[in-house]
């Protein structure tokens, strides 16, 4: 049942973030060149429904680098690592497929072949791979300090009137407060690479636009396709680290 939750999350984050920057992007959309803040605020809005619907059965890691970021530090069993990891991508792919059937009739009509692959995988805007690789690393660092805080800091909520509000702020709060981690990292350190910060929501969908056949689509840039991995593979290790070492969360 885990490993169904992570590919049903992993589906639900790209079917959301990859489909807001499709609407910003192809032709004819409503939402076209509605601009960055709508992109980075889509994406954040999709973690947090992914981490809604999936959270109680799985953790909703929905994500390689915080599932290897976890197991690093003891937090996560190493023996699911891999099923979380397949079920991952598999999910990513998937809700790739399902944002081209929701823009199916405006790929034709869009002629930038950059934008469509922006669909489903990630770029740079200055193509420097040391400058690239680092600002993946910085940003997952900070996804995995952000969501060990924001798991620490549940059940900090005082008592009113007798109720323990814990339930509210950790069952209810959490969700969003990630959503909304994910929409200031996107603010502010997504403008150099798109900001993956996530190899199964990169790999996953640009498998995708490599099978799909997508009009006047271009090639997939495989020769990128590697830093959106390593990057937040090494950010993610790095930001558990991090927080487990200082003790912030003891």
Request: hydrophobic letters at 50%.
């Amino acid at each position: 049942m885990v490993y169904l939750a992570e590919f049903i999350g992993t589906a639900i984050l790209t079917l959301l973030g990859c489909g807001v920057v499709a609407g910003v992007t192809l032709a004819k959309s409503k939402a076209n060149a509605a601009g960055w803040i709508v992109v980075t605020f889509g994406w954040g809005m999709a973690v947090a429904m992914a981490v809604y619907v999936v959270g109680a059965t799985s953790g909703a890691h929905i994500n390689p680098a915080v599932t290897l970021g976890l197991a690093s530090i003891g937090d996560f069993g190493w023996a699911q690592v891999p099923g979380y990891i397949a079920a991952q991508v598999a999910g990513g792919f998937t809700g790739a497929v399902l944002v081209y059937l929701a823009y199916f009739a405006h790929w034709k009509i869009t002629d930038d072949p950059d934008g469509k692959l922006g669909v489903f995988g990630t770029a740079p805007g200055v193509r420097n791979p040391i400058a690239n690789l680092a600002t993946e690393i910085i940003g997952t660092a900070m996804l995995l300090l952000g969501i060990l805080g924001i798991g620490a800091n549940e059940g900090s909520v005082s008592v009113e009137n007798g109720a323990q509000l814990t339930d509210f702020f950790s069952n209810g709060i959490a969700p969003l407060l990630t959503g909304l981690l994910v929409f200031a990292i996107g603010l502010s350190l997504g403008g150099p690479t798109g900001y993956a910060i996530n190899p199964a929501r990169d790999l996953g969908p640009r498998i995708a636009h490599a099978l799909l056949p997508i009009p006047g689509k271009g090639g997939s840039d495989w020769g990128y396709s590697w830093i959106p991995i390593v990057g937040p593979v090494i950010g993610g290790v790095i930001g558990a680290w991090i927080w487990y070492l200082t003790g912030f969360g003891a």
